[in-house]
Every structure is written in structure tokens, then in C-alpha cells.
């Protein structure tokens, strides 16, 4: 799993240029490494005034109509883990009962 993952250089309206430079490096190592699932961080970093990411943008996916239908499009494929029911059946863990006390 690749957890916590964005362009930091960000996501701009009507500029493709972030797919060649950030997500074709990212899903060529989600595949060189077969990795099932992947979380990405939907987030405008100017507005959180964090020490030390001042230089983070925007890069939330739907700045960029092109990069979120391309997005997901890649990870509505069946090689990838999706949130359901039968999650942790496929990851090997058995359902547990609570006990209640």
C-alpha cells in the first residue's frame, strides 16, 4: 500500500503536464512493485499554513477535470483493492464476534 501520496508541485486547471511528471512515475512504481492499494491526499496545502510545506500547492484532483478522469480511470481497475464488505476476507483476516460486556 502507498498511503498519504500527492504532487507536491500541484494540480492546475488545464494543465496535463502533472500526469507526465508525477502520476505516470507513480503508477509505473504501483505496477513495478505490484501494489494493491493506494491512498491520495485530496488537499490545497497553501491554506493549512504547516511549517516546512510552504512550498506544497494545491493538488486537489478535481482542479484538473483531464487529471481526475484519468485518475480514476487507473484506480477503478481491477488490480487495486476497493473499499467493501468483503475487504479484510481478501486481505486474510477472519470476521470476529465482539464480545459485549
Same mark, same amino acid.
Given at each position: 500500500?502507498?498511503?498519504?501520496?500527492?504532487?507536491?508541485?500541484?494540480?492546475? &486547471? /488545464?494543465?496535463?503536464?502533472?500526469?507526465? %511528471?508525477?502520476?505516470?512515475?507513480?503508477?509505473?512504481?504501483?505496477? !513495478? *512493485? +505490484?501494489?494493491?492499494?493506494?491512498?491520495?491526499?485530496?488537499?490545497?496545502?497553501?491554506?493549512?499554513?504547516?511549517?516546512?510545506?510552504?512550498?506544497? &500547492? /494545491?493538488?486537489?484532483?478535481?482542479?484538473? %477535470?483531464?487529471?481526475?478522469?484519468?485518475?480514476?480511470?487507473?484506480? !477503478? *481497475? +481491477?488490480?487495486?483493492?476497493?473499499?467493501?464488505?468483503?475487504?479484510?476476507?481478501?486481505?486474510?483476516?477472519?470476521?470476529?464476534?465482539?464480545?459485549?460486556?
Amino acid at each position: 500500500m502507498i498511503a498519504e501520496a500527492n504532487p507536491i508541485k500541484g494540480i492546475y &486547471k /488545464d494543465n496535463i503536464d502533472v500526469w507526465d %511528471e508525477w502520476f505516470v512515475n507513480f503508477f509505473s512504481f504501483i505496477y !513495478n *512493485k +505490484n501494489i494493491k492499494a493506494v491512498s491520495f491526499i485530496n488537499e490545497d496545502w497553501n491554506r493549512l499554513f504547516i511549517d516546512g510545506i510552504s512550498h506544497w &500547492k /494545491d493538488s486537489r484532483l478535481y482542479n484538473n %477535470e483531464k487529471i481526475s478522469r484519468a485518475w480514476f480511470k487507473e484506480t !477503478n *481497475k +481491477n488490480r487495486y483493492l476497493k473499499q467493501s464488505p468483503q475487504l479484510y476476507n481478501h486481505l486474510g483476516y477472519k470476521t470476529q464476534k465482539l464480545l459485549v460486556f
